[in-house]
């Protein structure tokens, strides 16, 4: 899972990136590497692994990953090819969700590509050039659906909602604010435009804002209002905080997080708002020699989970022994839970919960 970083150019991006590539550094629990130097791989927070590896004290811990990708230089006319415009798109092309940073802090030091803070201005900046590159590869699968009337007039449905889509691009909106029922959100998923990607907006807050409580801060309002508009996330972050608590110790974190009177740090929040942004959820294997958590999507059955682990462990597949994570704590272990009856047996059609502690019975 993939996801890109944009803004305008002194938002934050980097200090957020920075922070988000550190963090992963500085626990050496966690596998974190930099791909490239503008890409790299985070642990998803999981408090319920690190009890498991209490638990079973293993010789490998390994947590859930996402990659995040700092997509700098997204600026007016990148969809005509300005600057190095494309390659941005290709970039967003490639994610999975788009992390959206908006200036909200005023520093007079710091320049502002457009002269003044202004986030209705700098997200419909950004998301023009989005909705643009949009209009191309909306407009050829219009002409496309249109030939296609010629020959069976059953896909005149599709051609109107195309139409539609292209309206709301007109009016300068987002893919992902048009209102669908789930047959055409998924035709509208079957071209892929930029604009129609999970967001989360992460609103960049100074220090005292996001110290003294954002409710106070109009930007943060203005980005929160979008964000609704739009069916996308927001989030308020203070990126300058992140790169600092990025540096920390785990003690260290704690403390300073617990005198702002906050339980995780703004970078755990938006890793896993990120992650149910996507409709992910975790199953998790515990024993000897590793805990582990398996990314699946909501929704998946036990045999395509386990295909996760193994694609023999899909074909194979006999049945799961399914336990709740609060179960097996509440037990203690693996053999009281199982003596209460609490490990369950579950079959080809038994849904994935998140959390569920999984081992998979299957045939070679
Ligand atoms: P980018 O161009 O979007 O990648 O922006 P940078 O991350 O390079 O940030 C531009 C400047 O803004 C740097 O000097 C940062 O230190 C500063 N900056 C970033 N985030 C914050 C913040 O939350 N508060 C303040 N005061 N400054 C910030």
Redesign the pocket.
């Given at each position: 899972m993939k996801l890109g970083i944009v803004?305008?150019?002194?938002?934050?991006?980097?200090?957020?990136?920075?922070a988000i590539t550190n963090a992963g550094a500085q626990s050496a629990n966690y596998p974190f590497c930099t791909i490239e130097p503008n890409v790299g791989v985070v642990a998803v927070p999981d408090k319920r692994l690190d009890k498991l590896a209490e638990m079973y004290n293993p010789e490998k811990y390994t947590p859930a990953t996402i990659e995040f990708m700092?997509i700098?230089g997204l600026v007016r006319g990148a969809s005509k090819g300005e600057g190095l415009g494309n390659k941005f798109l290709a970039n967003i092309r490639e994610s999975d969700a788009i992390v959206h940073?908006v200036r909200c802090?005023v520093?007079d030091d710091?320049i502002h590509v457009e002269g003044s803070i202004d986030p209705k201005r700098d997200i419909e900046t950004i998301n023009l050039e989005l909705i643009l590159s949009d209009m191309e590869v909306l407009d050829r699968r219009i002409d496309k659906t249109q030939k296609m009337i010629k020959a069976d007039k059953k896909y005149q449905a599709e051609y109107d909602f195309f139409v539609r889509v292209r309206e709301t691009l007109d009016a300068g909106k987002s893919a992902r604010s048009v209102e669908c029922t789930d047959e055409e959100a998924e035709l509208l998923s079957s071209v892929s435009l930029l604009t129609n990607k999970p967001v989360i907006y992460a609103a960049?807050?100074?220090?005292d804002d996001?110290k003294g409580g954002i409710e106070n801060n109009p930007y943060f309002k203005i980005v929160k209002e979008i964000a609704d508009s739009e069916h996308a996330g927001v989030l308020p972050?203070?990126?300058?905080?992140e790169?600092e608590i990025s540096n920390m110790d785990k003690d260290e974190k704690e403390l300073f997080l617990s005198d702002m009177g906050l339980q995780e740090s703004g970078l755990d929040r938006l890793i896993n708002e990120c992650y149910s942004l996507l409709g992910l959820i975790s199953y998790l294997t515990a024993g000897q020699p590793e805990v582990r958590a398996w990314t699946i999507k909501k929704g998946t059955k036990a045999p395509q989970a386990a295909g996760k682990i193994h694609t023999d462990f899909e074909r194979g597949f006999i049945r799961a022994e399914v336990v709740a994570f609060d179960d097996l704590m509440a037990c203690g272990t693996m053999a009281a839970a199982k003596e209460k009856g609490l490990v369950r047996s579950e079959g080809k059609e038994y849904v994935m919960k998140d959390g569920d502690i999984v081992l998979f019975r299957f045939n070679v």
């Open positions: 803004g305008l150019p002194n938002v934050g991006k980097s200090t957020l990136f920075n700092d700098a940073v802090f520093n710091i960049n807050v100074s220090e996001f972050i203070c990126a300058e905080i790169a």
